[in-house]
């Protein structure tokens, strides 16, 4: 990211001789990554075709209005004789805004067109430029609603101050939004940030965070935050391409187990289980845990270092009978090892640095599961799972798992889970269980079990995203009757 986004100051360029339509076209579309180099306290938004009314009141208020404009020209020649390919723009602003905006892009100022009755002026834009432009301010908008959901939803206090300022933040929406697709731009960037500070990483940001300061520092974070992106962008950006979101959150396990019962309780077998997208597998180990539900409702290991205490919000108590494992197996595009000490270390930089009683818990789970190692295959789990469930003990009800990983697939890799999900289904019966993210709901327990032939889908419970609590739904519905 060049300097002027992050100082705030636009980056000028040369003009091109009048007469040199090939220089101008160059000029016109600089490269791609310049385009993070807009001056920051310019707010820019994107409008369609139908919203040209919202688009100039947003131009008059003092915006850059970037509209979509109709195509008709494409394939012409400019007034400058520059070839109008699509996809075809107007910048629309107030003329001083828009002058400023246009010398951080390397426009210049008589290319701009007059302002007429609408009092506003615009540049027309088009072809390569103008789609990358488009692409910036869709994904920063994609990448807004994901920090906007992040501050709503989450409960950290330091995460939720830092959200409120990136949203108005084009800078850091920016650099948030290099993460790949279909991975979450606000929970990599923290994690990014949070793995630079626990690795030792020297800045004032790290008073703010009590992961890595037993004293800290009270007040507003955000400008520490952003100078140190500014700082580390490299070693950010390096993050967001290289890392995923492999959050294993060990107290999700206390959601999963009253699932896991109910599947032991209707296939009468012990279990073989296949986690999709099993990160460190520590939810493979369910079994080796404790648990407190309260009121007395305690179940698994007593012995065991793991202790989860989830509330349970609903007169109705789940079932928690420890159901017997035959087979375990986890599925992942690039397997945490956790005996690779920076491995496990970004495992807990991806835990909010505010608690702390997450952290205590993965920490304790993967020294169990370093003497507890479950087999993880490195793979696409649409390719592999086919694979898995042949390997499975056939005298073993097999259950497909996973918490908060499919909610990261597209639609149409949700669409050949389901596919594949229904092959093996022909073959032997299957439980498909799901503890998923479910934007703007609730979370949901979900399971679809696939018996003789026949599907039936249930909704188990609602559940807090961390596994602090749940809320059981009528038993009567999933469990076998009589």
């Given at each position: ?49 139908r919203e040209i009314k919202a688009a100039l009141d947003f131009a008059r208020a003092g915006g850059i209005a970037v509209h979509r404009n109709f195509d008709n020209y494409a394939g012409t020649r400019s007034p400058r004789g ?332 949700q669409d050949r889970l389901a596919a594949v999900l229904e092959g093996i289904a022909a073959t032997r019966d299957l439980y498909r269980l799901s503890f998923e993210w479910h934007p703007g709901e609730e979370s949901y327990l ?37």
């Amino acid at each position: 990211m060049a300097a002027g986004g992050w100082a705030g100051r636009s980056a000028s360029r040369p003009a091109s001789p009048p007469g040199d339509s090939r220089r101008r076209e160059r000029v016109c579309s600089p490269p791609a990554n310049s385009l993070l180099a807009v001056a920051s306290e310019i707010e820019e938004r994107y409008f369609e075709r139908r919203e040209i009314k919202a688009a100039l009141d947003f131009a008059r208020a003092g915006g850059i209005a970037v509209h979509r404009n109709f195509d008709n020209y494409a394939g012409t020649r400019s007034p400058r004789g520059m070839r109008m390919d699509r996809p075809f723009l107007h910048v629309i602003g107030l003329r001083p805004r828009l002058e400023q905006w246009g010398r951080g892009h390397g426009l210049r100022p008589e290319w701009i067109q007059p302002e007429k009755r609408r009092g506003v002026a615009h540049y027309d834009v088009f072809g390569e430029f103008a789609q990358r432009l488009i692409d910036r301010l869709q994904r920063r908008e994609e990448v807004r609603r994901h920090f906007a959901l992040f501050l709503a939803r989450f409960e950290s206090p330091l995460y939720g101050q830092l959200a409120q300022g990136i949203v108005a933040d084009p800078t850091i929406l920016d650099l948030a939004g290099r993460a790949p697709r279909g991975q979450p731009p606000a929970n990599l960037l923290f994690g990014a940030v949070h793995y630079l500070l626990l690795k030792g990483l020297g800045h004032p940001l790290a008073a703010y965070y009590p992961s890595v300061n037993t004293s800290v520092l009270r007040g507003e974070p955000y400008p520490a935050f952003r100078e140190f992106c500014a700082e580390h962008e490299g070693r950010i950006l390096d993050l967001l391409a290289t890392r995923r979101v492999q959050t294993n959150d060990v107290a999700r396990s206390a959601v999963l187990l009253p699932g896991f019962s109910v599947v032991a309780a209707r296939a009468e077998r012990p279990l073989a289980l296949v986690e999709i997208g099993a990160s460190a597998g520590l939810n493979l180990l369910f079994d080796r845990y404790s648990y407190d539900y309260g009121n007395g409702n305690v179940c698994g290991d007593p012995e065991s270092k793991v202790r989860i205490e989830c509330s349970v919000r609903s007169e109705l108590v789940p079932p928690l009978e420890m159901p017997r494992v035959a087979w375990r197996l986890g599925i992942d595009l690039k397997p945490v090892d956790i005996r690779d000490t920076d491995q496990a270390l970004w495992l807990r930089a991806l835990v909010w640095p505010d608690q702390p009683w997450r952290s205590e818990l993965l920490l304790a789970a993967i020294r169990l599961a370093q003497a507890n190692r479950s087999e993880i295959i490195q793979g696409d789990a649409l390719e592999v799972l086919p694979r898995a469930a042949a390997i499975a003990p056939v005298d073993a009800a097999l259950c497909i798992f996973s918490s908060y990983t499919v909610y990261q697939f597209s639609p149409e890799q949700q669409d050949r889970l389901a596919a594949v999900l229904e092959g093996i289904a022909a073959t032997r019966d299957l439980y498909r269980l799901s503890f998923e993210w479910h934007p703007g709901e609730e979370s949901y327990l979900e399971l679809a079990s696939f018996e003789g032939g026949r599907r039936e889908d249930l909704r188990l419970a609602s559940a807090h995203d961390h596994g602090r609590w749940l809320k059981w739904l009528d038993p009567a519905r999933v469990l076998p009757g009589p």
